[in-house]
């Protein structure tokens, strides 16, 4: 089983920017050919995808964020990051890394970071 570890969260003002990183560890195999996603859960609303990412590095994005927020991955350090900019108060929540395994049908999850967003 990957294990998924998020880190950058924190509080920032509004226009302002933040990088959140997730790293993985586990099965070298499986992460590499995995497809790596952030997810947001606001208070109260339910959890919604934010930016992915395939093995073969195709991105995809919400789009409230398209424009201000990029996702990468360094396969060398099995790290996805998540370059967040002109940041708003209605990007406050907790983000969530994920992980999709298109073989095993397996999805990992890590414990989240938050990120608060003042106006």
């Known amino acids: 089983q990957v294990q998924l570890v998020e880190s950058g969260g924190g509080l920032v003002q509004a226009g302002g920017s933040l990088r959140l990183s997730c790293e993985a560890s586990g099965s070298i195999v499986q992460i590499n050919r995995m497809a790596m996603g952030w997810y947001r859960q606001a208070p109260g609303k339910q959890r919604v995808l934010v930016a992915a990412?395939?093995?073969?590095?195709?991105?995809d994005y919400a789009d409230s964020v398209k424009g201000r927020f990029t996702i990468s991955r360094d396969n060398a350090k099995y790290t996805v990051y998540l370059q967040m900019n002109s940041l708003k108060p209605e990007d406050t929540a907790v983000y969530y890394c994920?992980?999709?395994?298109?073989?095993?049908?397996?999805?990992?999850w890590g414990q989240g970071t938050q990120v608060t967003v003042s106006s």
């Open positions: 990412v395939t093995s073969g590095n195709t991105t």
């Open positions: 994920n992980g999709n395994d298109p073989r095993l049908h397996i999805t990992s």
